[in-house]
């Protein structure tokens, strides 16, 4: 799945012409879309090794912690499944017996929203001290559990959401009351 600017500025909680200029900085190894909204292509690297360079050859002076990205990204995903369109009926479903349809049904779902219902896990256990997400997990995770999980089912994902839990139980505190809950 590539991202859109619109979509990558709300993962990170930054203004869409903010994260277009730097991005378009780069433009000889990331390709940048004119639009900014959700399309196919999306942002993608025109190498593929530009991500290891930038972690482990690059410069000092330019270089990025790979921690450092994963725990930035890690805090976006779980601070986007905060805001209010995560919510009761996120499907917009008719009836909570009607089965989700087989395409189509989850195309409102904001493509920033779905990124981060699929990938919060493993970002965090990429993250130097994943343990440091206990309170945000507690805080913003646990009370929108179960809408998450609409989000999966309607993208027919919801196969990974066991796999994602395992891998959250693997990297925050041992004690985290989100564990003994499920």
Same mark, same amino acid.
């Given at each position: 799945?590539?991202?859109?600017?619109? &979509? %990558?500025?709300?993962?990170?909680? @930054? *203004?869409? #012409? #903010?994260? !277009?200029?730097?991005?378009?900085?780069?433009?000889?190894? $990331?390709?940048?879309?004119?639009?900014?909204?959700?399309?196919?292509?999306?942002? *993608?690297?025109?190498? =593929?090794?530009?991500?290891? #360079?930038?972690?482990?050859? =690059?410069?000092?002076?330019?270089?990025?912690?790979?921690?450092?990205?994963?725990?930035?990204? =890690? !805090?976006?995903?779980?601070? !986007?499944?905060?805001?209010?369109?995560?919510?009761?009926?996120?499907? !917009?479903?008719?009836?909570? +017996?009607? /089965?989700?349809?087989?395409?189509?049904?989850?195309?409102?779902? &904001?493509?920033?929203?779905? +990124?981060a219902c699929l990938?919060?896990?493993?970002?965090?256990? &990429?993250?130097?001290?994943?343990s440091m997400f206990?309170?945000?997990i507690e805080q913003?995770?646990?009370? /929108?559990? %179960?809408?998450?999980?609409?989000?999966?089912?309607?993208?027919? /994902?919801?196969?990974?959401?066991?796999?994602?839990?395992?891998?959250?139980?693997?990297? $925050?505190? =041992?004690?985290?009351?989100?564990? @003994?809950?499920?």
């Open positions: 799945m590539t991202l859109s600017v619109s &979509a %990558l500025a709300e993962l990170l909680g @930054q *203004r869409n #012409y #903010y994260v !277009r200029g730097h991005l378009s900085r780069l433009h000889a190894v $990331v390709h940048v879309p004119d639009d900014d909204d959700d399309g196919e292509p999306g942002l *993608r690297t025109l190498h =593929a090794s530009f991500g290891d #360079y930038l972690i482990s050859r =690059a410069p000092t002076n330019i270089r990025i912690s790979e921690s450092f990205g994963h725990e930035t990204l =890690a !805090r976006g995903r779980l601070s !986007r499944m905060s805001w209010n369109d995560l919510c009761f009926n996120v499907s !917009r479903s008719q009836s909570s +017996y009607e /089965k989700n349809r087989p395409s189509g049904m989850g195309n409102h779902l &904001a493509p920033s929203l779905v +990124y990938h919060w896990a493993h970002h965090i256990s &990429a993250s130097p001290d994943p206990d309170s945000v913003v995770f646990l009370p /929108k559990f %179960l809408f998450r999980l609409e989000v999966l089912s309607v993208l027919d /994902k919801v196969g990974s959401a066991s796999g994602l839990l395992r891998l959250a139980r693997s990297m $925050v505190s =041992a004690t985290h009351q989100l564990y @003994q809950d499920f």
